[in-house]
């Protein structure tokens, strides 16, 4: 699973600087003076909302499929917390804990979007949520 919201940008006609707007994240709004600047700030309130989800325990959607739109990434360290969250599904912490083999406070870091968790313990994650963990370099450049 990729961790990529889609995200309208349309062009204001009267000041010239663009909006973005994330369908699956209502709140998630900002602007830009160019398309690279709104791209970029696309990331950073993506970033922060997801962020404030995980904090406030909110319901976060998996990103939608749509199409003809910008597809934005979060940060690494909350795409990393995402993907352990989905792949965890109604399990609670404690469960985690107990197939991870490991107290409940480093479970519950691995969906903590401020810590880096290594690759080693991801991969332990995943193979104990019958996932297997795919790492991807990307090119910079957003979809559309």
């Avoid at 990103?63 to 739109?69: D, F, H, V, W």
């Avoid at 910008?70 to 609670?92: C, D, E, M, W």
């Avoid at 406070?105 to 991801?122: F, G, I, M, N, V």
């Amino acid at each position: 699973m990729k961790i990529l919201y889609p995200a309208n940008i349309q062009l204001n006609p009267q000041d010239h600087r663009y909006l973005v707007e994330f369908p699956d994240l209502d709140e998630a709004v900002t602007e830009g003076a160019s398309l690279e600047e709104a791209l970029f700030n696309a990331s950073e309130v993506l970033t922060l909302t997801l962020e404030g989800r995980i904090d406030e325990n909110f319901n976060i959607p998996q990103p939608s499929n749509i199409k003809n739109a910008y597809l934005i990434a979060p940060s690494a360290r909350v795409q990393a917390a995402l993907l352990v969250h989905f792949a965890k599904g109604n399990r609670t912490v404690a469960e985690l804990a107990r197939i991870l083999q490991t107290s409940w406070p480093a479970a519950a870091r691995l969906e903590d979007p401020r810590h880096w968790p290594s690759l080693k313990q991801l991969e332990k994650a995943a193979a104990a949520l019958g996932q297997r963990l795919i790492i991807s370099l990307e090119p910079a450049e957003n979809t559309l």
